[in-house]
């Protein structure tokens, strides 16, 4: 399997970012080709040392690494990586790889 | 559940680092109070632009943010954190949360 991980730094309206998160954002990246399963943080993201300045966290599973090429490349994936500036006013750190349990 | 992410920056001896993580970190972090599930990037961490300047994404899986807290509060914990100065050149973000799918 694979995992793409999108890390939200905290943006400026954490509630302006929560509402259009779910309003919005959630249903657009539901529609990525390939989505196997689709989580996110619930609460607080924390560090070791205490707050992070991470908002929110989500983790989406693919079957490959190249699936989730393929789901950028998309129609779908253009319109969900295009939405992004409309709320993660804090920017972004996004990574996928294949998986591996160990 | 919740989710333990740790994002490894690109050490200066990748293959030093492959090395001493498989032979040393991940036995000490197995050892977690609690963990439920390990998992690591296999093979490169790619960014949606190409090269991430990740190297290695390991995502351990708990019962609670409260647990992976007991978890770094322990012995074991200890330890394993401990541990990464002897590996990770590179620096490391850790973050943890608990989850919901979506």
């Known amino acids: 399997m694979a995992e793409l991980v999108v890390i939200y730094k905290t943006p400026n309206d954490p509630a302006a970012f929560d509402k ?3 309003a919005t954002h ?3 990246a539901k529609k990525l080709p390939g989505l196997k399963k689709y989580q996110v943080s619930n609460g607080g993201v924390a560090g070791p040392g205490g707050p992070s300045g991470v908002h929110l966290v989500a983790t ?11 789901a950028f490349a998309s129609p779908e994936g253009q319109a969900a990586a295009g939405d992004l500036p409309n709320f993660a006013t804090g920017g972004a750190d996004i990574v996928f790889f294949d998986t591996r349990d160990v």
């Open 26 to 28: 959630i249903p657009l």
């Open 20 to 22: 259009y998160y779910a």
């Open 60 to 70: 989406l599973t693919f079957e490959s690494a190249a699936a989730i090429e393929a």
